[in-house]
């Protein structure tokens, strides 16, 4: 997979250039995984975003994506940072479905209605037939204990190299 990028090389967790991406908002849990500051099963860290595993999974191996900055909708997104984001979502698809063996994937995103965290984030979530998803009910689990979430977060990691 490669070394995470040096975040101190980020400024204040932004990207050179681009205006206010580097804001971060306290109290904000993504803004705190992002900085480093709460734990979290991470499966990337990029300089256009990171992934890492809901702590509430709708199904083991539920990944959240989200940008580094407090951005809160999809919609405030900066272009420059669109297809970088955009590639780290289609990069952790496809780590789901290998390195999980899923059949597919359901790729969400809540704009303000069902955002539970007001900080834009993408879902990628394993999905395989007959998993009881349907539409858009969203029944969650929880892993039996860190060991186990922190097996499949390797898993999903490892996909990505």
């Known amino acids: 997979m490669g070394n995470p990028p040096d975040r101190s090389a980020l400024g204040v967790l932004g990207v050179v250039g681009i205006p206010d991406y580097a804001a971060r908002v306290s109290g904000c849990v993504f803004c705190g995984i992002v900085a480093g500051e709460v734990p979290a099963f991470v499966v990337a860290d990029e ?3 990171m992934a890492f595993l809901d702590t509430r999974p709708v199904f083991k191996g539920h990944v959240l994506v989200v940008p580094r900055a407090h951005l809160v909708t999809l919609d405030t997104l900066p272009a420059e940072v669109l297809p970088g984001y955009f590639r780290l979502v289609q990069r952790i698809i496809v780590a789901v479905e290998t ?3 899923s059949g597919g994937t359901f790729v969400a995103v809540n704009n303000k209605v069902s ?3 007001p ?5 990628v979530v394993p999905r395989t037939k007959g998993d009881g998803l349907r539409g858009f009910f969203w029944p969650r689990t929880r892993y039996a204990d860190d060991a186990e979430a922190e097996g499949v977060a390797r898993r999903i990691a490892a996909a990505l190299a």
């Open 99 to 101: 390195g999980l063996g």
């Open 119 to 123: 900080h834009l984030h993408t879902h």
């Open 115 to 117: 955002q539970s965290v």
């Open 47 to 49: 300089p256009d975003g």
